[in-house]
Nanobody
């Protein structure tokens, strides 16, 4: 069974940084593209960043230059380093394995102004 466990969310001031982690299991992690999504209150869930099995990355315009997605295949973990955080980054952040319709519980990121 696919399991995704996100962690690392917190309350941080604008301009601060956070590093989110997502521990994955139940599938061959190293062969799977991964992605981070977020959902703010009253808004639809949106893609933040993605990383292929070979390490190629893509970002939403809102994340470019501030966020970095990475993966550690030895640990079955995908990360999202978030710098220069803004209040509009406040959301619950989720990771997802491409091709699998499973979501973790998410991790709350709150950025105060």
């Amino acid at each position: 069974q696919v399991q995704l466990v996100e962690s690392g969310g917190n309350l941080v001031q604008a301009g601060g940084s956070l590093r989110l982690s997502c521990a994955a299991s139940g599938f061959t992690f190293s062969r799977n593209a991964m992605a981070w999504y977020r959902q703010a209150p009253g808004k639809q869930r949106e893609l933040v960043a993605g990383i292929t099995s070979s390490g190629m990355t893509n970002y939403a315009d809102s994340a470019k230059g501030r966020f970095t997605i990475s993966r550690d295949n030895a640990k079955n973990t995908v990360y999202l380093q978030m710098n220069s955080l803004k209040p509009e980054d406040t959301a619950v952040y989720y990771c997802k394995a491409t091709g699998w319709n499973y979501w973790g519980q998410g991790t709350q990121v709150t950025v105060s102004s």
